[in-house]
């Protein structure tokens, strides 16, 4: 009869000019309403939501019921689609991509950048890993696409705003499991430690001047204080130098310069064996909790329920803070600058300015084992120290 259907971008129905007119009907199975119903001559139907949803789909040609199709992925190839340009994000929606797996036991392809791949192909062997050049858009029974929707007002791509339920746990709500947090399996081929003496790794940078720790004295202090402590104090920052306009960012004096270009899971190697990590809301420290490692989060503009959760968080409330997670601010990735309340004001970027060096030391002093660094014998020390 030429009928096809899929789940590729929501339920979709390809209905061939017949004799008698087609009716279709679409029907949450989880919730019992109907979504759709109607009759037409010839042409395509798709349902308005986007994300996973247990759909009966039943199509009539005439009055004779020709089609009733349960969703069901047992067994079946399903796509589900990462932005390529972020690490954190993908490293937090991954987890959920796994739990999907494992509870339809179906056969999973994700699309990430390339770079990732190596950080989780080989602790997640029941998923398969491609690059978006790699894809065959005709091979998968349902596909579906993860990502932030900041214009989602009727919530065709995500049932929950991500906003309101964090940054990570949008994937579990997109994908229809478990928004409960885990972090993701990765595996080094070299988990060698890359120093004898005890470290801290710190990040710095980030694509953004809301990001950053807008203090100017903070970073120096606090990597002050860390080697009056007998640590070390790595930067593995991509950059040492990032921003824009007449807001730069240096990497701290006295940090151990191993900034630079460099593959993922040798940024792991150096978080996995560090004391903790220091950073800002964006990829390392998520790289840095995937590898188990203490972190010290410092961020004003997003609220501490948007990223994954870590003793070790620090915000001022006593500044304006958070507006990342307020659904009546849009987020300008252009505007390096950007500051939906202050910009321009003396209160510009006040959510990180605000944040104290003693009261990221204060955070720091909380860490099990802080101030007692014994050396480890047996590793290979650095080859550019400061």
Known sequence: MGLRYDFNDGCRVLLPEGRQLWRVRLSDLDTGNILFESVLKEGRVNSTKR???????????????????????????????FPVGTLGDTLGWFPYAVRFQQRHGCRVTCVVAARIIPLLRAANPEVDLIAPDEVEPTRYYATYNIGLFF????????????RLVGLHRTAGHILGVDPAETPPLIA??????????????????SSSGCKYWNNPFGWGEVVHFLKEAGYRVVCIDQKPVHGDGLMWTHIPHGAQDETGDRPLTERARWLKHAAFFIGLS??????????????VMISG???PTNEF??????????????CWNDPRVRFDHRDFFWCPKHKGTPQHFECTKLITAEQVKAVIRTIPGFAMPTPVTGGMPSERRT
Not at 151 to 162: G, K, L, M, R, S
Request: aromatic share 14%; glycine share 6%; hydrophobic share 40%.
């Open 188 to 205: 080094l081929a070299d988990d060698s430690r890359p120093m004898a003496e005890p470290y801290v790794c710190i990040a710095v940078q």
């Open 309 to 322: 959760n870590t003793p070790y968080r620090v915000i001022n409330y006593h500044a304006c803070n958070s």
């Open 301 to 303: 503009f997003t609220h």
């Open 282 to 295: 964006s990829g390392l420290g998520w790289l840095a909790w995937a590898a188990g490692t203490p972190v």
């Open 51 to 81: 994300y996973f949803l247990r759909i009966r789909l039943e199509v009539w040609h005439g009055d004779k019921q020709v089609l009733t199709h349960d969703y069901d992925a047992r067994g079946r190839e399903v796509l589900i689609q």
């Open 151 to 162: 214009n989602d007002d009727d919530h065709v791509f995500q049932p929950c705003d991500f």
